[in-house]
């Protein structure tokens, strides 16, 4: 087997642990190597981090959310000012920025299909919906997204979600009853 010298200096911290580890497995060459592979080994279990996970991490540097309580939230939401709420998520486009600042572009250049991943994800991670799943139905995607905040919060949802794609040129279809929200979301224009 080949050997290579090498000469480092480590800080008196790390000193103290390869004396230990010495001790241990006998020689500071035993312990250098057993960390290295330790290290290769270490790397390769790292998992891969999901959409949810590099969304958090994103919207955690943008400080753009406030975490607040689920049942303070319904509260919120069933007292609030319908129209004025509206008007504050359609002119902020709030939801917009949220996919923008995933996908790190404009909403103009994500695909159909990006704008409605990133939907997804968004409501996910908010944990504003208990579900959200869509299907590809060929000329549509059909997107059914169920929650248990009332009907006030179907309605403003349907909403901001219809607004976001309308302001894209996108067609599409919602209808709402108080804990589920049907959208149709077509494909060619």
């Given at each position: ?164 794609f ?5 067609k ?18």
């Amino acid at each position: 087997m080949k050997t290579h010298r090498i000469s480092t200096t480590i800080s008196q911290k790390h000193w103290e642990l390869l004396k230990k580890h010495a001790e241990k497995y006998e020689t500071q060459q035993k312990v250098l190597e057993l960390a290295l592979e330790n290290l290769e080994n270490s790397s390769r279990q790292i998992p891969e981090l999901t959409l949810e996970e590099k969304y958090w991490m994103r919207l955690k540097k943008a400080k753009s959310l406030v975490i607040i309580e689920r049942n303070a939230f319904k509260s919120l939401i069933d007292t609030a000012d319908i129209e004025l709420l509206s008007e504050l998520f359609i002119r902020d486009k709030t939801i917009e920025y949220t996919i923008e600042l995933f996908f790190r572009k404009s909403l103009d250049e994500c695909g159909l299909k990006e704008v409605i991943d990133g939907l997804v994800i968004n409501l996910k991670i908010t944990n504003w919906v208990d579900t959200i799943d869509y299907k590809d139905c060929g000329s549509y995607y059909k997107m059914i997204i169920t929650h248990d905040l009332g009907s006030t919060f179907a309605k403003l949802l349907t909403i901001w979600i219809d607004n976001m794609f309308k302001t894209r040129k996108i067609k599409i279809e919602s209808t709402h009853s108080t804990k589920t929200i049907f959208t149709k979301i077509f494909k060619n224009q």
